[in-house]
Structures are given as C-alpha cells and as structure tokens.
C-alpha cells in the first residue's frame, strides 16, 4: 500500500512539474506549416541569441550585483524556453543543447564572439554594463522585426511577437536604470523614433504565462522590509523578503510617496497576489495575517 501511494503521489508530482502554461499549448494547438530554410536558421539563431542575453546578464549580475539583470535573465531564459517549444514543435536539432547550455558557450562563431565582446565591455563601469543591457535588447528587437518579415506561420510569429513585446520591456528597464545613473543611450540597430517611442510608452504586456496575477497567490513570513530605488530617479520602493515554503521572494508593495510608513515587521504572516516584475513579485495585494493590514494596488496591472 505504502508502494502505492509513493508512486501516486510521484505521479501527481510529475504530471503538474510538466503541466504546460495557457501560452505554450496555444502556440502547440496552432497548426504545423511547411518552414522554409530562412525560418529554419531565424529559428536556431533566435534560440542562441536570447541565450546570449541570458548568459551575459547572468555574467554582469555576478560582476555588479544589480538585480536588473538578474531578474531580466530569467525572462531571457523563458524567452528561450518558447524558441525551443518551437524547435521540438518541428523537429529541429537545438543548437544549446549541443554546447550543453553552458553559460558562455555558443555554436555560432558569430555570438561567440559577441557574447566575449559584450561581456568585456559590461566588465569595465556599472554604466557600461547597463549599456551592454541596452545594446543586447537593441539588437533582439530589431533582428525580431526581420524575423517576422521573413515568416508567414502563425505559430512563430506569435511567439517572436510576444518576445519582442519583452524585449521592449527589457530596453525601458536598462534605459531607465541608466539615466538614473547619470547615463543614456544611443540606438545601434534600430531608429531613434522608434526607441523614443518605446523609451516614452508604458510597459506592455508580454507573453503571460498564466491568467490574472500570473496565478502568483502565495503564503509567506515576512523576513524583512526595507526601500530600494525604482526606475524612475527619486522614487524609492518599500519592500519585503518573503519566505515561502520553495523560495525567499523579493516583494515591491508600494512607492513610499503612496505610503510614508508601512506596518509590517519582520515574522508577520502574509498573503501575496501580484505579478513578476523587476525584483521578484509586484505586489496588486498584501494582507498582513499578524497586523491585518491590508494594501491593494491601484495599478492597471492588477485589474
């Protein structure tokens, strides 16, 4: 008896670690169409560029410390995550397998060399680092912007779409983090009407991998509150580290000019609902178990 419920529960275990999100089985619902040669390489190339952008912000993390890029590659990761969805889709050989997804490590000689260059470069300054940041989303979007000229199935181009929607994201976040630094950024590869464009227009929503609040409803101890800098210059955030049963979460509740104190302490009990932003949650609600505090975000996000 004990046998089988071990292997029931593995069971479950396995069918939810694999459970597919909303946006990954629409993309494998749409039907397969015949891909032409310059698909195929979009596709491969596509694949190792995003990885470029999450191995040189994972690097540029370890170097500074800035949670902008640690938080920007596990975006990156899922962006190569849906590439590759595609890739098994059509029964393409994936080019990060056969370097083993090494950090650092490419089968295209040409983002090899970019990836060393890059990684140089965002080694050298805090601000040149950020650069780098903004360079690499430079690049991602304009290279989309061909690929989806150059595709006329359905499945792929949603998926390039979505990413290029994140890759807008990405450049608003470096930019903004950078000007707070004292920096800017000029564009390498696409207009500077179109990067004024997105650099003045909001956050765009991407490729959800859930319905409302990214279904991110969790329980947590509070392990501390403090305030960190947002994008904008002068505007701090109070924030709180939350353990959960899987993971300590970083939680952004509120701009301080929102709120002047903030009654939760160390060892409160909360319950979070909100949306992965550029720490590890925004906040769209946050009841207090211990002091019943209760704060819900006005944002657009959240409704």
Same mark, same amino acid.
């Given at each position: 008896m004990k046998k /089988? =419920?071990? %292997?029931? &529960?593995l069971g479950v275990l /396995? !069918? !939810?670690a694999y459970a597919k999100t909303p946006i990954e089985n629409y993309v494998l619902s749409l039907p397969k169409e015949s891909l032409s040669k310059v698909e195929i390489n979009d596709l491969l190339h596509m694949r190792e560029e995003e990885k470029l952008a999450r191995d040189v912000y994972l690097t540029l993390y370890k170097k500074w410390k800035l949670p902008v890029f640690k938080n920007i590659s596990k975006s990156e990761n899922w962006h190569m995550h849906m590439i590759k969805l595609l890739l098994d889709k059509y029964g393409l050989n994936d080019p990060v397998e056969k370097t @083993?997804?090494? &950090?650092g490590v490419? $089968? !295209?000689?040409? =983002?090899?060399? /970019?990836?060393? $260059? =890059? &990684? $140089?470069? @965002? !080694? +050298?300054s805090l601000k040149d680092a950020l650069m780098v940041g903004a360079t690499i989303e430079d690049l991602d979007i304009k290279d989309l912007e061909e690929a989806i000229k150059r595709s006329n199935n359905k499945d792929i181009n949603l998926v390039y779409q979505n990413l290029e929607k994140g890759?807008?994201?990405h450049m608003r976040a470096f930019v903004g983090v950078l000007r707070r630094y004292g920096g800017d950024y000029t564009p390498q590869f696409i207009s500077m009407s179109e990067f004024n464009q997105i650099i003045s227009s909001k956050h765009e929503m991407g490729m959800m991998k859930s319905s409302k609040y990214y279904n991110n409803e969790f329980y947590g101890v509070v392990e501390r509150v403090y305030t960190l800098p947002g994008l904008r210059k002068g505007i701090y955030?109070? +924030?709180a580290d939350v353990k959960t049963d899987n993971a300590t979460l970083? &939680? %952004?509740i509120a701009p301080t000019w929102t709120l002047q104190n903030i009654n939760i302490r160390p060892g409160d009990r909360v319950e979070v609902k909100g949306y992965k932003g550029m720490y590890s949650f925004i906040t769209c609600e946050i009841e207090d178990k211990t002091t019943s505090l209760e704060y819900k975000s006005k944002s657009r996000r959240c409704k």
């Amino acid at each position: 008896m004990k046998k /089988l =419920l071990s %292997a029931l &529960v593995l069971g479950v275990l /396995l !069918s !939810s670690a694999y459970a597919k999100t909303p946006i990954e089985n629409y993309v494998l619902s749409l039907p397969k169409e015949s891909l032409s040669k310059v698909e195929i390489n979009d596709l491969l190339h596509m694949r190792e560029e995003e990885k470029l952008a999450r191995d040189v912000y994972l690097t540029l993390y370890k170097k500074w410390k800035l949670p902008v890029f640690k938080n920007i590659s596990k975006s990156e990761n899922w962006h190569m995550h849906m590439i590759k969805l595609l890739l098994d889709k059509y029964g393409l050989n994936d080019p990060v397998e056969k370097t @083993g997804d090494r &950090v650092g490590v490419f $089968e !295209s000689k040409k =983002l090899q060399k /970019l990836y060393n $260059e =890059l &990684v $140089e470069k @965002g !080694s +050298m300054s805090l601000k040149d680092a950020l650069m780098v940041g903004a360079t690499i989303e430079d690049l991602d979007i304009k290279d989309l912007e061909e690929a989806i000229k150059r595709s006329n199935n359905k499945d792929i181009n949603l998926v390039y779409q979505n990413l290029e929607k994140g890759s807008r994201n990405h450049m608003r976040a470096f930019v903004g983090v950078l000007r707070r630094y004292g920096g800017d950024y000029t564009p390498q590869f696409i207009s500077m009407s179109e990067f004024n464009q997105i650099i003045s227009s909001k956050h765009e929503m991407g490729m959800m991998k859930s319905s409302k609040y990214y279904n991110n409803e969790f329980y947590g101890v509070v392990e501390r509150v403090y305030t960190l800098p947002g994008l904008r210059k002068g505007i701090y955030w109070w +924030m709180a580290d939350v353990k959960t049963d899987n993971a300590t979460l970083k &939680v %952004a509740i509120a701009p301080t000019w929102t709120l002047q104190n903030i009654n939760i302490r160390p060892g409160d009990r909360v319950e979070v609902k909100g949306y992965k932003g550029m720490y590890s949650f925004i906040t769209c609600e946050i009841e207090d178990k211990t002091t019943s505090l209760e704060y819900k975000s006005k944002s657009r996000r959240c409704k």
